[in-house]
């Protein structure tokens, strides 16, 4: 699991540009680079995966 982002822009090079931001900032993998194909003007996506959860074998 973990948490997706979605970037929209009115060009390619302003989607690229916030999709790079996005991805220094948090950390994040990109999902879905610059597209036009989606819906009205530029889209892009990244996602940031979920922290491994450590099992401490804790007992019911």
């Known amino acids: ?3 997706s982002y979605m970037v929209r ?4 090079e302003q989607c690229a540009l ?6 220094r900032l948090l950390g994040a ?9 989606i819906g009205p ?5 990244a996602r ?3 922290p491994a959860v450590k099992d401490e074998g ?3």
Do not use: F, I, K, Q
Not at 29 to 37: A, C, G, K, M, N
């Open 48 to 50: 940031v995966a979920a």
């Open 18 to 23: 916030a999709l790079d931001e996005l991805c």
């Open 9 to 12: 822009a009115g060009s390619r």
């Open 1 to 3: 699991m973990g948490v």
């Open 41 to 45: 003007g530029w889209v892009a996506r």
């Open 58 to 60: 804790r007992e019911a």
């Open 29 to 37: 993998e990109p999902t879905l680079r610059p597209t036009d194909t």
